[in-house]
């Protein structure tokens, strides 16, 4: 009797785990990328970002050329989402930037030079979020195990 008590006391405290895991991804990148694997490599600048259709189209100012001959102004398509391994730019932010074909990906090898205000403004909100998460998570993990502890002190004994 006890034992099964003490397994249900366990499974209320660990059911709150998959609630602070971390996403798990879809992408897979290979080994290697980066200038060795692109086609084209530079620093620039995000001029405009036109999303549709499960891909985004990343307009850059080039400011100088790593690899390759891209023109002045560079246009980019990556997958709108980081599980299907698309590059998360934003506007205005200064990247260091590897392509193949006219593409690019999480996987491409990207940099951010210089972060953007939503981006930091996003990243503190990420941030502030899981903290909340994690304490919220804790309080009732605390809560179930204080009132099954009590529930199980209260049982009478049996002889």
Partial sequence: MIVRRLLVLLLFVLAPIPVAATPAWACSCKAGAGVAEAEVAFVGVVTSIDEAAGSSRVAFTVESVVKGDPPADVTLTTSDNEASCGYRF?????????AIAGQTSLCSGNEMITATPTYTARVERVSSDRIHIFWFGLGIVVVVVAAALTALLRQPREH
Avoid at 90 to 98: I, K, N
Wanted: positive net charge; without cysteine; charged residues 35%.
């Fill in 90 to 98: 934003d506007q205005g932010g200064r990247y260091r930037v590897y």
